[in-house]
T-cell receptor
Framework: DSGVTQTPKHLITATGQRVTLRCSPRSGDLSVYWYQQSLDQGLQFLIQYYNGEERAKGNILERFSAQQFPDLHSELNLSSLELGDSALYFC?????????????FGPGTRLTVL | AQSVTQLGSHVSVSEGALVLLRCNYSSSVPPYLFWYVQYPNQGLQLLLK??????LVKGINGFEAEFKKSETSFHLTKPSAHMSDAAEYFCAVSDSNQGGKLIFGQGTELSVKP
């Protein structure tokens, strides 16, 4: 158990809908990262927050947004869903902004768009 | 830009045999390198990381990796494979320009035959 929790574990929805994925980092960790894992793209970085502020952005679609709240949990919002958004979404957390810091991954949320 | 290449999307070994999973990186700055393992339907777990201290890094479950700057490699090895090692393995580099986000290779699926 990494200490990072993600809910829900599975999500099945229809095209055009909007969903929210939630992540609670390990106790004391200030950084939260979101990654997408799909068969064709592999593991791709989406976005990072550090202590409530956006720190880095990857190839995140404009239909996707995220935020980190004062209690440090984070939410990833996916809207106008398309079939191609079906993937496993991981949240990871780390304590500092140091590049060597280990990122601890949650169990993921599997999103299926029908 | 930094990148990681894992040679071989699938590796199969017999139980008790040497495990060798190959990873080459590209980086214009000293890299920080990681190996993660993903068991079916689970998140990623850190096996080991290189942070410019010792070039031979020992990790969990008997795995180790050697950083070779001249070869830009960070191959993962284990002297004797166990059935429980069957999983997908990811090599990653920490992006020095973007807050430490991880750039992953495509992954190598390890199968262990009895």
């Amino acid at each position: 158990d990494s200490g990072v929790t993600q809910t829900p574990k599975h999500l099945i929805t229809a095209t055009g809908q909007r969903v929210t994925l939630r992540c609670s980092p390990r106790s004391g960790d200030l950084s939260v990262y979101w990654y997408q894992q799909s068969l064709d793209q592999g593991l791709q970085f989406l976005i990072q927050y550090y202590n409530g502020e956006e720190r880095a952005k990857g190839n995140i679609l404009e239909r996707f947004s995220a935020q980190q709240f004062p209690d440090l949990h984070s939410e990833l919002n996916l809207s106008s869903l398309e079939l191609g958004d079906s993937a496993l979404y991981f949240c990871a957390s780390s304590g500092q902004r140091d590049l060597t810091d280990t990122q601890y991954f949650g169990p993921g949320t599997r999103l299926t768009v029908l | 830009a930094q990148s990681v290449t894992q040679l071989g999307s699938h590796v199969s070994v017999s139980e008790g045999a040497l495990v060798l999973l190959r990873c080459n990186y590209s980086s214009s700055v000293p890299p920080y390198l990681f190996w993660y393992v993903q068991y079916p339907n689970q998140g990623l777990q850190l096996l080991l990381k290189y942070t410019s201290a010792a070039t031979l890094v020992k990790g969990i479950n008997g795995f180790e990796a050697e950083f070779k700057k001249s070869e830009t490699s960070f191959h993962l090895t284990k002297p004797s494979a166990h059935m429980s090692d069957a999983a997908e393995y990811f090599c990653a580099v920490s992006d020095s320009n973007q807050g430490g986000k991880l750039i992953f290779g495509q992954g190598t699926e390890l199968s262990v035959k009895p």
